[in-house]
């Protein structure tokens, strides 16, 4: 389903089902198309009940880590006397992913539901909905979405008659992609900097207000209705390979290729399908060179490890790389991986909270030593040093963010190191040339 486009008959539109429907973005529309059975549904049953039927679909978050949605909302504990918070993260930073959008876009009741669900089941009668400030449409039919509800009585302090409430609010934020770590994101919501928390005490335990929390991702609450009006066997049966891998999943595609969009697909689905046939291909004149899968975060791939990829958690993971949150660039034979993976580099700089050394100071080498290379002017000395700074970036900071620009960089480099030595040999240019037709 692109930007929208016809669904693709290899397809399974679920969340994407009434993407570019006109209809299904107001209230009556979406109830005319079942919407609020599931949370009517919802209402009349215990919690427990509910997080049970998500752990048996097999639902995972969809904005990046994976975390079974079923387990997650098990470790809050209604009950226990405190107030419970849900945490929708829609700020949608990373590179490359554009999906989360199109399901406020097209479908905002889908999210109003889903979060309504998912607070009632960890015990929370608040649930927000941190958007991307820049998201102005989704802000506004999120927002238009919420009034309709609340008018309804679907939402407020006798959520559709149940006598039980539920208040779900839009909160904008201000655009920094350190904002979609979940801590970092508590904390612009409280008015604090956007800088991630240590951890533990993790947000089911001390989270929004210093209060249980569980954060879910767009997609994932957004699956959650279907789950409860088809079952979880249904939700189970979509799946192509890994049993651990469930469902429908939206993939955004962006960069060489000649039909980009998002699509949603059986987990599973072989990736070099989804790259020639869904998607058409790569632009007349060219063949594919390389794909980051997950949005920027996760390792490259090259095209025989793209096209023996199974789409799924596992499936990605065997072939090197990571699902991550769905994001898919795709490269071409004109482009110069150095000069793409200097470009990130620059974007984690600019992004870095510069809270932890490693990463405020890691990003920055990583970057002027990226740009030497492209400029011409580096060295051989200098991939070691990359290679070093990487070492030094992983797994000792507060949040991922030195992680993933260095997992970017070492990919890049381990994978394509004979186009760094060709521009450090004066052999190459970094300069893309023209397309030829």
């Given at each position: 389903m692109g930007y929208p486009h016809k669904s693709h008959p290899r397809e399974t539109p679920v969340l994407s089902k009434h993407f570019g429907d006109p209809d299904a973005i107001?209230?009556?529309?979406?109830?005319?198309?079942?919407?609020?059975?599931?949370?009517?549904?919802?209402?009349?049953?215990?919690?427990?009940?509910?997080?049970?039927?998500?752990?048996?679909?097999?639902?995972?978050?969809?904005?990046?880590?994976?975390?079974?949605?079923?387990?997650?909302?098990?470790?809050?504990?209604?009950?226990?006397?405190?107030?419970?918070?849900?945490?929708?993260?829609?700020?949608?930073?990373?590179?490359?992913?554009?999906?989360?959008?199109?399901?406020?876009?097209?479908?905002?009741?889908?999210?109003?539901?889903?979060?309504?669900?998912?607070?009632?089941?960890?015990?929370?009668?608040?649930?927000?909905?941190?958007?991307?400030?820049?998201?102005?449409?989704?802000?506004?039919?999120?927002?238009?979405?919420?009034?309709?509800?609340?008018?309804?009585?679907?939402?407020?302090?006798?959520?559709?008659?149940?006598?039980?409430?539920?208040?779900?609010?839009?909160?904008?934020?201000?655009?920094?992609?350190?904002?979609?770590?979940?801590?970092?994101?508590?904390?612009?919501?409280?008015?604090?900097?956007?800088?991630?928390?240590?951890?533990?005490?993790?947000?089911?335990?001390?989270?929004?207000?210093?209060?249980?929390?569980?954060?879910?991702?767009?997609?994932?609450?957004?699956?959650?209705?279907?789950?409860?009006?088809?079952?979880?066997?249904?939700?189970?049966?979509?799946?192509?390979?890994?049993?651990?891998?469930?469902?429908?999943?939206?993939?955004?595609?962006?960069?060489?290729?000649?039909?980009?969009?998002?699509?949603?697909?059986t987990m599973g689905f072989p990736f070099k399908d989804f790259l020639y046939d869904l998607c058409g291909g790569p632009t007349p004149g060219r063949k594919f060179k390389a794909?980051?899968?997950?949005?920027?975060?996760?390792?490259?791939?090259?095209?025989?490890?793209?096209?023996?990829?199974?789409?799924?958690?596992?499936?990605?993971?065997?072939?090197?790389?990571?699902?991550?949150?769905?994001?898919?660039?795709?490269?071409?034979?004109?482009?110069?991986?150095?000069?793409?993976?200097?470009?990130?580099?620059?974007?984690?700089?600019?992004?870095?909270?510069?809270?932890?050394?490693?990463?405020?100071?890691?990003?920055?080498?990583t970057t002027k030593i990226m740009e030497r290379i492209v400029a011409g002017q580096g060295t051989f000395e200098d991939l070691d040093t990359l290679l070093e700074l990487a070492?030094?970036?992983?797994?000792?900071?507060?949040?991922?963010?030195?992680?993933?620009?260095?997992?970017?960089?070492?990919?890049?480099?381990?994978?394509?190191?004979?186009?760094?030595?060709?521009?450090?040999?004066?052999?190459?240019?970094?300069?893309?040339?023209?397309?030829?037709?």
């Amino acid at each position: 389903m692109g930007y929208p486009h016809k669904s693709h008959p290899r397809e399974t539109p679920v969340l994407s089902k009434h993407f570019g429907d006109p209809d299904a973005i107001s209230l009556d529309g979406w109830r005319k198309r079942g919407g609020y059975k599931a949370l009517e549904q919802a209402l009349n049953m215990e919690p427990s009940a509910i997080v049970d039927i998500v752990k048996a679909s097999g639902l995972r978050g969809r904005g990046g880590a994976g975390f079974p949605t079923g387990v997650k909302w098990s470790f809050m504990r209604p009950g226990d006397g405190k107030p419970h918070y849900l945490c929708c993260n829609a700020d949608e930073s990373e590179p490359g992913t554009f999906k989360d959008r199109e399901i406020m876009r097209w479908t905002p009741h889908a999210l109003v539901e889903g979060c309504a669900v998912g607070a009632y089941a960890i015990g929370a009668e608040t649930a927000y909905i941190y958007i991307r400030g820049e998201f102005t449409e989704p802000i506004q039919r999120m927002e238009a979405a919420l009034k309709e509800a609340y008018a309804a009585g679907i939402l407020g302090k006798n959520a559709m008659g149940s006598g039980k409430r539920v208040d779900v609010y839009v909160h904008k934020g201000a655009g920094a992609y350190i904002c979609g770590e979940e801590t970092a994101l508590m904390n612009s919501l409280e008015g604090k900097r956007g800088n991630p928390r240590i951890k533990p005490p993790f947000p089911a335990v001390s989270g929004l207000f210093a209060q249980p929390t569980t954060i879910n991702n767009v997609e994932t609450l957004a699956a959650v209705p279907h789950i409860l009006n088809n079952g979880a066997e249904w939700y189970k049966a979509m799946c192509l390979s890994s049993p651990k891998s469930t469902g429908s999943k939206l993939f955004s595609v962006c960069g060489n290729i000649s039909k980009p969009g998002n699509y949603e697909i059986t987990m599973g689905f072989p990736f070099k399908d989804f790259l020639y046939d869904l998607c058409g291909g790569p632009t007349p004149g060219r063949k594919f060179k390389a794909v980051i899968p997950g949005g920027c975060s996760v390792p490259i791939q090259t095209m025989a490890e793209a096209e023996a990829t199974l789409m799924d958690y596992e499936g990605f993971v065997a072939q090197g790389t990571m699902l991550g949150s769905g994001g898919v660039i795709v490269f071409d034979d004109a482009q110069s991986i150095p000069r793409q993976m200097a470009r990130l580099a620059r974007f984690y700089a600019h992004e870095s909270c510069a809270q932890c050394t490693q990463c405020r100071e890691g990003t920055a080498w990583t970057t002027k030593i990226m740009e030497r290379i492209v400029a011409g002017q580096g060295t051989f000395e200098d991939l070691d040093t990359l290679l070093e700074l990487a070492d030094n970036m992983t797994g000792k900071t507060i949040c991922v963010l030195s992680d993933s620009c260095a997992t970017v960089v070492t990919s890049g480099l381990q994978k394509f190191r004979h186009e760094f030595e060709a521009l450090i040999t004066g052999k190459r240019s970094s300069t893309v040339p023209m397309a030829v037709a």
